[in-house]
């Protein structure tokens, strides 16, 4: 089983950045991260799959989101910029084996606040 932790999140005001940090304790392809904000169910953000090095976002953070993993670390880093209030949501970083579509693993969750 490999387990995930997430750091980095936090309260910060409108146009802002923060960089959230998620690390494997096992082989993995692949990482990505997902929000859920209250009341509303949890949605993709990015991926990156470690044997291609592609990324992938969801239009509501195109341009603002970068994703970035260490495949050496079993790492993966979220810097976001721009940071709007309907970005304030629970970030969850995931994890997939090597040859698996689906995301198995799951971090804690990291609250990310943005006020405006």
């Known amino acids: 089983q490999v387990q995930l932790v997430e750091s980095g999140g936090g309260l910060v005001q409108s146009g802002g950045s923060l960089r959230l940090s998620c690390a494997a304790s096992?082989?993995?392809?692949?990482m990505a991260w997902f929000r859920q904000a209250p009341g509303k169910e949890r949605i993709f953000v990015a991926s990156?799959?470690?044997?291609?090095?592609?990324?992938r976002y969801a239009d509501s953070v195109k341009g603002r989101f970068t994703i970035s993993g260490d495949n050496a670390k079993n790492a993966v880093f979220l810097q976001m910029n721009s940071l709007k209030p309907e970005d304030t949501a629970v970030y969850y970083c995931?994890?997939?084996?090597?040859?698996?579509?689906?995301?198995?693993?799951w971090g804690q969750g990291t609250q990310v606040t943005v006020s405006s």
């Open positions: 995931a994890a997939r084996p090597s040859g698996y579509l689906d995301f198995r693993y």
């Open positions: 096992g082989q993995i392809g692949g």
């Open positions: 990156t799959t470690w044997s291609t090095r592609s990324t």
